[in-house]
């Protein structure tokens, strides 16, 4: 095991509107699959395997530790460690953030870094997990750095290294930078990473509607390679995806497309050529739930997963009942198809995904942030051609984990994830799922 430093202790109006809404969905009826049985009980075993604030001694939750986890993890076979951000803190003088490690088994937690803000290093980082490129890890944080803008930062696999100078700093807001205020993290084409920022560009606004961006590791040169323009997408929050043809990637928006609540699209890199797949839809002006039969509405920061020809993603609202969609796609967008709607009154079931699904062989896992019998959301899994839908967890009261935001990641036959509250301590979790035998 490796010598470690001792533990030391804008949004734009529409999502602060859908977020007010998800809040008031807590306890609203829940959704169940065509397939699915009505209140049937989750059929996984959970296991709280830490809680932000509580420290190494059980019941003590006013320690100084990361809090309100939005991201999810990251494995690293090599040290077998698992790897994660926390957009806060819970000590009152530095609420910016940490990186943490952990072992599977829930032993050996260690702050790796404080995030310490403005101009010096990045702060609250947010979604998707950090990247692997070699043996760094690359992350970004939404503010901090010399612009208080977002920064690009790198940190060794084994927790050492933390990147001081910050990588990259993403300048000062405006309709024709390069980009700033990333939400999420990378897709690797060997040595370059490719991500999206929330603003910036030479698109839209006084801000601008965002960028796709490529950051070379071997240099640290950052190059802007599209600027979103409102009609074709706006503010990505979500990660890329890459194609096997290793040219052309896949990613959402949660605003902007022909209905103002997001679009999939491809972007050839070869070709320099974008693409608008997909427009979700919200009839009769009814954001943010935007009740649609046959479409969702607003990816909120969610990453496709890709099956051959096939995509899928979630939405946070749209659907039949307004309260969220599973959906699957071709890559040339044609067969757009809801496999689930989440929302259906009189079941348990989960209500609005946030985050990313998790593609297994032909199942997929996925989280929703609310419902569930106590309203602290669900994990579920569902196959690839819409049948097997089962709800296989809802968290329950303190000091289970409660409300996860991002999706999970599968360690011999055990998910991994984390959520936003919940735990002894309230501050966050981080929770081991063991899924039905097939």
């Not at 300048?171 to 929330?198: E, I, Q």
């Not at 950052?222 to 706006?234: E, I, W």
């Not at 050529?273 to 479409?295: E, I, Q, R, S, T």
């Not at 993603?313 to 757009?336: I, N, R, V």
Request: charged residues 10%.
């Amino acid at each position: 095991m490796f010598s470690r430093i001792p533990f030391d202790g804008r949004c734009i109006l529409a999502m602060v509107a859908m977020l007010a809404v998800a809040l008031s969905l807590t306890m609203a009826p829940a959704a169940v699959a065509q397939n699915a049985v009505p209140d049937a009980m989750p059929t996984g075993t959970e296991t709280v395997l830490y809680s932000f604030g509580e420290g190494p001694t059980a019941g003590k939750c006013k320690v100084s530790d990361g809090a309100d986890p939005k991201g999810s993890l990251t494995f690293v076979s090599a040290t077998g460690l698992l790897f994660g951000l926390t957009s806060t803190t819970t000590s009152e003088g530095n609420g910016l953030g940490t990186i943490f490690q952990i072992m599977p088994s829930g032993a050996g937690y260690l702050i790796d870094h404080s995030f310490t803000g403005t101009k010096s290093d990045g702060s609250d980082p947010q979604h998707s997990s950090m990247t692997l490129v070699g043996t760094v890890l690359y992350g970004t944080t939404l503010t901090g750095g010399q612009h208080n803008n977002g920064s690009i930062f790198g940190i060794n696999d084994d927790g050492t290294g933390y990147s001081s100078p910050l990588l990259f700093d993403f300048p000062t807001s405006a309709a024709n930078n390069a980009g700033d205020m990333p939400y999420s993290n990378f897709v690797a084409a060997g040595s370059v990473l490719y991500g999206m920022t929330s603003q910036g560009g030479h698109k839209g606004g006084l801000t601008g509607d965002g960028v796709i961006f490529s950051f070379d590791t071997t240099s640290n040169t950052y190059t802007r390679v599209h600027s979103f323009n409102g009609a074709d997408g706006f503010a990505p929050h979500g990660q890329l995806i890459l194609d096997p043809n290793g040219t052309t990637f896949y990613g959402m928006t949660p605003v902007g497309g022909s209905a103002n609540v997001g679009v999939v699209f491809s972007f050839n890199m070869a070709k320099n050529k974008y693409k608008v797949l997909h427009n979700f839809a919200c009839p009769n002006n009814g954001a943010p739930m935007c009740v649609a039969n046959n479409n969702g509405a607003t990816p909120d920061h969610g990453t496709l997963v890709q099956s051959n020809s096939s995509l899928f993603g979630l939405t946070t609202f749209g659907g039949k009942y307004g309260a969220g969609t599973l959906f699957t796609m071709h890559t040339d967008g044609s067969h757009f198809k809801i496999l689930q709607s989440f929302g259906n009154p009189g079941s348990n079931d989960g209500i609005n995904p946030y985050g990313s699904l998790l593609l297994n062989g032909t199942t997929l896992y996925g989280t929703t942030r609310l419902g569930g019998s106590k309203g602290n959301g669900s994990v579920f899994q569902i196959n690839t051609d819409g049948t097997g839908y089962d709800r296989i967890w809802e968290f329950q009261p303190a000091p289970d984990a409660a409300k996860p935001i991002d999706n999970v990641i599968l360690l011999d036959n055990t998910l991994y994830g984390m959520t936003e509250v919940g735990g002894e301590c309230g501050n966050g979790a981080i929770f081991a799922l063991v899924p039905p035998a097939p």
